[in-house]
C-alpha cells in the first residue's frame, strides 16, 4: 500500500484515467473526490460488502425446493391443476 500526504486540492492520478482529488478535510474525515471513466466501477467497500451478503443471501433463499415450487406455480401444466396461494408467512 502507498500511503501519501496530501492537503485539500491536491490530485492522485491512478494510470492516464483515474483522479483522485482531496477536496475538504475536517476533524475526522476526508471527503475524496474521484474521476474515472465510466466503464471503472468506484464504490465504497462497505456497499460493495451489503451487495456481496444481499446476493448470497438471495441466492440461500432460492435453494432447489423453492425454485422447483416457483416454476410449478409459473406454469400449471406441468403438475397441478391449479397454482397454490403464496402463504402470508413467506417473504415473496
Known sequence: ML???RREGDTILIG???EIVISH???SKVKVGIRAPRTVP???QEVKMVREQNLAAA???LSA???SGLLARLN???GSAAPEKPRSS???
Open 3 to 5: 500511503v501519501m500526504s
Open 16 to 18: 492516464d484515467d483515474i
Open 25 to 27: 478535510i475536517g476533524r
Open 42 to 44: 468506484v464504490i465504497a
Open 59 to 61: 441466492t440461500a433463499a
Open 65 to 67: 425446493p423453492v425454485l
Open 76 to 78: 400449471p401444466a406441468s
Open 90 to 92: 413467506r417473504p415473496f
